[in-house]
């Protein structure tokens, strides 16, 4: 299989927040948010594969700043790294200015896909290439960000967790 750049995979979904998807406090309501990040990394993580794809992980997940109603926001998902058959996709959203139209960085979130084949059984995809410093920092980081989500879910032992040892002892 061919190696992918991260802008192959690049996904950008550009929406509203209506009545309806909002907290009490008129603000975005943070699982609406969420389905909209899962949303625009399946469509990364489907660009990248050309496969099915399906969560496996929400390694992280930031609400720095609450999205008002009436918000323009932007999903940029990409994919930051991907291994055997998993994938890490790295979420930003942006919010617009309403009367200058300036953006700014609202929140950010890491999750991860799994391509599979239509009996569900994981199956390899393309290694992926990173380009701008940006995405050579977050390929280096998504290792130690996969063995800490194995961990965490009980599918690795932390003594095997090498990278991410490495973290702590350096
Ligand atoms: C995700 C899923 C396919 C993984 O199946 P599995 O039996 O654990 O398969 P494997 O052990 O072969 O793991 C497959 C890959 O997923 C990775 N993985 C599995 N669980 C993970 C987790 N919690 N965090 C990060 N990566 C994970 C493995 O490391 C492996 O990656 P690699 O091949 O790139 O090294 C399976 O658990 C599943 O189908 N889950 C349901 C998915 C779903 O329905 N999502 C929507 C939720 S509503």
Redo the contacts with the bound molecule.
Sequence with gaps: MAPKNPKDSKTVMTDMVLPGETNPLNNLFGGELLARMDRAASIAARRHSRRIT????V?HVAFNRNVPLGSVVTIEASLSRA????MEVYIDVWMEDRFTGERSKANEAIY?F?A?DET?K?TEVPEIVPETDLEKERHAGALRR?QL??V??G?MKPGEATELKALFTS
């Design positions: 399906v969560t496996a992980s390694n291994f055997r058959t998993s991860t799994v599979v569900g994981p996969k989500s194995l965490l879910a599918k």
